[in-house]
């Protein structure tokens, strides 16, 4: 299915049918839950119960009946789907002519999962998890672009898969895949950040997440979050060098000059992905003629309550394309770990084309990212910057002729010393000459192994426990650019979190290839 739609590129949207009638919803990978406010409530066709709640976002609250419907989306039918049949909302994806939000997260993650768990049903599954195990033809992963409205030269076109990935994107399908973190039993799409690349410039990162690795920065991967939240130092890093830019506070975002290109990377897993610099400096909201940075300062660590650093959102996420697999399934129905894979879609040098056409700026040539340093799943991935390369050519090349003028300066020092030594035996007559040793000492020095100087400890990936699921009502569906602490948590599941959707699993093709 497409994407059928963006607004000012803040927020992307698509179509799912429930009870007959569809509706127009915002894709969220930052949450779990599906609701709708439709004209009335209750909805036509669906089956309210009694459970109400208030599902509290980053921005903005639903409140509503747990209800059930059939449901449709991406051409794949559930028989019967829980969601959150809304009376009262205030949230910002209503004011982008949606009728609500479809969480496409872990059903861990899930309010709505929670509320009918504490009636010891399992009926409350998140869309996702029901589309699965309801079609075990379909491979349990989705794969979407989102397109670049602001870019008039623009060929990424916005779409939205389930089980497939667009053709034109199926190189995604030889990429590494990076894993979530924790690595078992995620309830978020978290991965590991290794660095921030800015120019020629590596910003390292660092976490307080429980257990994540040493200069690592976990990270939650948001299509419902319109910029990047990240700490202070970091968005200091990418900005504070432009001319002309400077931290606006009132505005809680950083202005910079529409003509200042960013040329910023994001390195996950070892790899590198490029942003367009459209997307590191778009056009106010308010002000069309003057620029933000989408990147957003905020410290956002006891808003996640310590369960990632950052919120990585759609200014990145256009730059890619993504693949969120939820694992594969054993032959006894049990998930395996989930992961994603990501796919870049930005030309450094075409980007910084787009960039000039749009902005007037001149374009540059030769961009170039070099990798950080960095540690997974236990093994060094070391990539050297192109003057160390270029040195280490160099030392190669020249290395024989170096140890032969150092053998010839030996070998010259030892000839004045054998002299020496005749001359004085000579004088002093009856005095021998020195025994050679039989086993010659070694000379010529060991030099300390590359990766001793060029790499610094790292632990490997946390692989993560087996914990039971948390229950969050929280979304990170960002369409502005305030934050409002979240809902507290909820806790417990009555099957002790094991991932299962029955026998009806056992012959679901694998995921990606």
């Given at each position: 299915?497409?994407?059928?739609?963006?607004?000012?590129?803040?927020?992307?949207?698509?179509?799912i049918?429930?009870?007959?009638?569809?509706?127009?919803?915002?894709?969220?990978?930052?949450?779990?839950d599906?609701?709708?406010?439709?004209?009335?409530?209750?909805?036509?066709?669906?089956?309210?119960?009694?459970?109400?709640?208030?599902?509290?976002?980053g921005?903005?609250?639903?409140?509503?009946?747990?209800?059930?419907a059939?449901a449709?989306?991406?051409?794949?039918?559930v028989?019967?789907?829980?969601?959150?049949?809304v009376?009262?909302?205030q949230?910002?994806?209503?004011?982008?002519?949606?009728?609500?939000?479809?969480?496409?997260?872990?059903t861990?993650?899930?309010?709505?999962?929670?509320?009918?768990?504490?009636?010891?049903?399992?009926?409350?599954?998140?869309?996702l998890?029901?589309?699965?195990?309801?079609?075990?033809?379909?491979?349990?992963?989705?794969?979407?672009?989102?397109?670049?409205?602001?870019?008039?030269?623009?060929?990424?076109?916005?779409?939205?898969?389930?089980?497939?990935?667009?053709?034109?994107?199926?190189?995604?399908?030889?990429?590494?895949p990076?894993?979530?973190f924790?690595?078992v039993?995620?309830?978020?799409?978290?991965?590991?950040?290794?660095?921030?690349?800015?120019?020629?410039t590596?910003?390292?990162?660092?976490?307080?997440?429980?257990?994540?690795?040493t200069?690592?920065?976990?990270?939650?991967?948001?299509?419902?979050?319109?910029y990047?939240?990240?700490?202070?130092?970091?968005?200091?890093?990418?900005?504070?060098?432009?001319?002309?830019?400077?931290?606006?506070?009132?505005?809680g975002?950083?202005?910079?000059?529409?003509?200042?290109?960013?040329?910023?990377?994001?390195?996950?897993?070892?790899?590198?992905?490029?942003?367009?610099?459209?997307?590191?400096?778009?056009?106010s909201?308010?002000?069309?003629?003057?620029?933000?940075?989408?990147?957003?300062?905020?410290?956002?660590?006891?808003?996640?309550?310590?369960?990632?650093d950052?919120?990585?959102?759609?200014?990145?996420?256009?730059?890619?394309?993504?693949?969120?697999?939820?694992?594969?399934?054993?032959?006894?129905?049990?998930?395996?770990?989930?992961?994603?894979?990501?796919?870049?879609?930005?030309?450094?040098?075409?980007?910084?084309?787009?960039f000039?056409?749009?902005?007037?700026?001149?374009?540059?040539d030769?961009?170039?990212?070099?990798?950080?340093?960095?540690?997974?799943?236990g093994?060094?991935t070391?990539?050297?910057?192109?003057?160390?390369?270029?040195?280490?050519?160099?030392?190669?090349?020249y290395?024989?002729?170096?140890?032969?003028?150092?053998?010839?300066?030996?070998?010259?020092?030892?000839l004045?010393?054998?002299i020496?030594?005749?001359?004085?035996c000579?004088?002093?007559?009856?005095?021998?000459?020195?025994?050679t040793?039989?086993?010659?000492g070694r000379?010529?020095?060991?030099?300390?192994?590359?990766?001793?100087?060029?790499?610094?400890?790292?632990?490997?990936v946390?692989?993560?426990?087996?914990?039971?699921?948390?229950?969050e009502?929280?979304?990170?569906?960002?369409?502005?650019?305030?934050?409002v602490?979240?809902?507290?948590?909820f806790?417990g599941?009555?099957?002790?979190?094991?991932?299962?959707?029955?026998?009806?699993?056992?012959d679901?093709?694998?995921?990606?290839?």
């Amino acid at each position: 299915m497409s994407v059928d739609s963006t607004v000012n590129d803040m927020i992307y949207i698509a179509n799912i049918t429930l009870g007959g009638t569809e509706y127009r919803v915002q894709l969220d990978t930052g949450s779990s839950d599906l609701w709708i406010k439709g004209p009335s409530s209750p909805l036509p066709n669906a089956e309210q119960s009694s459970i109400t709640y208030n599902l509290t976002y980053g921005i903005g609250w639903a409140y509503g009946h747990v209800s059930y419907a059939t449901a449709e989306f991406a051409g794949i039918n559930v028989t019967k789907q829980a969601f959150l049949d809304v009376a009262s909302a205030q949230n910002p994806a209503l004011t982008y002519g949606t009728s609500g939000i479809l969480g496409l997260g872990f059903t861990s993650l899930s309010t709505i999962d929670a509320l009918v768990n504490q009636t010891s049903q399992a009926t409350g599954r998140s869309l996702l998890y029901n589309l699965f195990a309801d079609n075990p033809s379909e491979p349990n992963y989705i794969a979407f672009s989102l397109q670049r409205s602001n870019d008039p030269e623009a060929e990424v076109e916005g779409t939205f898969l389930v089980g497939e990935t667009d053709p034109q994107y199926a190189a995604v399908n030889d990429t590494t895949p990076i894993p979530t973190f924790p690595l078992v039993n995620p309830n978020r799409w978290n991965i590991l950040l290794d660095a921030v690349i800015v120019g020629s410039t590596v910003v390292p990162v660092t976490s307080v997440v429980p257990n994540a690795p040493t200069n690592k920065a976990v990270v939650l991967l948001d299509s419902g979050t319109s910029y990047s939240y990240a700490p202070s130092d970091v968005c200091q890093a990418i900005y504070g060098n432009i001319p002309g830019a400077a931290y606006d506070s009132a505005l809680g975002q950083w202005s910079v000059p529409c003509n200042a290109e960013i040329d910023v990377a994001l390195q996950f897993n070892g790899q590198v992905f490029p942003l367009h610099p459209l997307d590191v400096v778009p056009t106010s909201l308010t002000d069309t003629k003057s620029c933000v940075g989408s990147f957003v300062p905020q410290d956002i660590s006891n808003v996640g309550a310590g369960n990632f650093d950052w919120i990585v959102g759609d200014n990145f996420l256009r730059s890619v394309y993504s693949v969120y697999d939820f694992g594969d399934f054993d032959s006894s129905g049990n998930m395996g770990n989930p992961y994603i894979k990501l796919l870049p879609l930005v030309d450094p040098n075409e980007a910084s084309a787009d960039f000039a056409s749009v902005r007037g700026s001149v374009a540059r040539d030769n961009i170039t990212y070099n990798a950080a340093n960095s540690t997974g799943s236990g093994r060094t991935t070391v990539s050297l910057s192109d003057d160390i390369t270029d040195t280490l050519n160099k030392v190669s090349i020249y290395f024989p002729a170096l140890i032969a003028v150092m053998a010839f300066n030996g070998f010259v020092v030892l000839l004045l010393a054998g002299i020496a030594i005749f001359w004085l035996c000579r004088r002093q007559g009856g005095m021998s000459l020195p025994r050679t040793r039989r086993t010659k000492g070694r000379t010529t020095p060991m030099p300390l192994p590359l990766e001793s100087i060029l790499v610094n400890g790292r632990d490997s990936v946390h692989s993560g426990g087996s914990p039971r699921h948390q229950y969050e009502p929280v979304s990170m569906a960002l369409t502005d650019d305030t934050f409002v602490p979240p809902s507290p948590a909820f806790h417990g599941y009555s099957d002790g979190g094991t991932l299962k959707a029955g026998r009806q699993l056992i012959d679901r093709p694998k995921s990606v290839a």
